[in-house]
């Protein structure tokens, strides 16, 4: 990696906030169906996160929210039973300005300037932006694109009429072996000089993946999208109640023993309340290179 950051600023924006089922945040013993179809409560709004990420070689979005036409048209989900369950799943309030080009700007940056957007996974509310970045590069793993090809996407959360948009540069990632980021044993560099590292962390989904930033005299970070939605909660060894619970404990174990190999490393949810404040924190205690 180069002495010199090549990254001038990370920030986070949101694109409006979703309440959930606390057994879909978990820990839960329910299966997935057993949950979603009994519980009657919801949790507090969480936010739905998008990371931006100033680099040398361009403007780079991780995950890109939730589109606003999931609120204001009747017909951006479907129909019938498997709307109803779409409905039980979460409730979104966006307002006006929290579509993806307008909570950018309001934090300083153009749309028309990012360069690429990586996907963690391919849920509608990581895909909401798509609309608007027919300019960028799409990066996602192959295992989570191929996954929308298969039978039955949309019972798994895959809305191919959002995500298979005309105009999209796609990029399929794949992971190659490296030794830099132990415990895992396999990433994929955006740029080619170490600061952004994508990592495989299937669970979630079969394909999410997570990204690690590092920077000279900063604290790393890792954008773990939903592998959990409270760090405290996974670091203690707890799941989610959505998605391969054996899967996610693997993901978050190697987590946990990359946490320990940087102990300072933060760790940034799509949905965690507290990401903002901890990534505000880490920033505010850098020291910059060659001070």
């Keep these: 990696m180069k002495?010199?950051?090549?990254?001038?600023?990370?920030?986070?924006?949101?694109?409006?906030?979703?309440?959930?089922?606390?057994?879909?945040?978990?820990?839960?013993?329910?299966?997935?169906?057993?949950?979603?179809?009994?519980?009657?409560?919801?949790?507090?709004?969480?936010?739905i996160n998008v990371y931006v990420i100033e680099h040398e070689r361009g403007l780079l979005l991780f995950d890109t929210g939730q589109d606003r036409a999931s609120v204001t048209d009747p017909h951006y989900f479907p129909g019938g039973p498997l709307g109803a369950i779409y409905a039980r799943l979460a409730r979104f309030d966006i307002a006006e300005g929290d579509t993806l080009t307008r909570?950018?700007?309001?934090?300083?940056?153009?749309?028309?300037?990012?360069?690429?957007?990586?996907?963690?996974h391919l849920h509608q509310d990581h895909i909401g932006g798509l609309p608007e970045l027919g300019h960028a590069e799409i990066l996602v793993s192959e295992e989570e694109l191929a996954d929308t090809a298969r039978r039955g996407a949309e019972l798994r959360g895959l809305l191919r009429k959002h995500i298979n948009l005309p105009g999209l540069r796609w990029k399929p990632i794949d992971f190659s072996p490296r030794s830099d980021v132990a415990p895992f044993v396999s990433g994929y560099d955006v740029f080619e000089d170490g600061s952004l590292v994508l990592l495989s962390t299937p669970g979630h989904t079969p394909g999410s993946m997570?990204?690690?930033?590092?920077?000279?005299?900063?604290?790393?970070?890792l954008l773990v999208g939903d592998l959990t939605y409270d760090v405290e909660r996974m670091l203690r060894g707890d799941v989610p109640g959505s998605g391969d619970k054996a899967e996610m404990h693997?993901?978050?174990d190697l987590v946990a023993a990359l946490r320990e190999r940087?102990?300072?490393?933060?760790?940034?949810?799509?949905?965690?309340?507290?990401?903002?404040?901890?990534?505000?924190?880490?920033?505010?205690?850098?020291?910059?290179?060659?001070?």
């Excluded at 997570?210 to 970070?221: I, K, Q, T």
Aim: glycine share 6%; charged share 15%.
């Design 3 to 47: 002495s010199s950051d090549p990254i001038a600023r990370v920030a986070v924006i949101s694109t409006g906030s979703v309440a959930i089922r606390p057994e879909h945040v978990g820990p839960t013993r329910k299966s997935q169906t057993n949950w979603l179809l009994t519980s009657r409560t919801w949790t507090e709004p969480l936010p």
């Design 103 to 120: 909570q950018l700007a309001a934090a300083g940056f153009d749309i028309a300037d990012v360069r690429v957007a990586i996907l963690s």
């Design 210 to 221: 997570s990204l690690l930033v590092r920077r000279p005299g900063h604290a790393p970070l």
């Design 250 to 252: 693997r993901s978050s």
């Design 262 to 291: 940087m102990p300072d490393l933060v760790i940034l949810a799509a949905h965690d309340p507290g990401a903002a404040a901890h990534l505000r924190t880490s920033l505010e205690s850098a020291t910059p290179a060659g001070s």
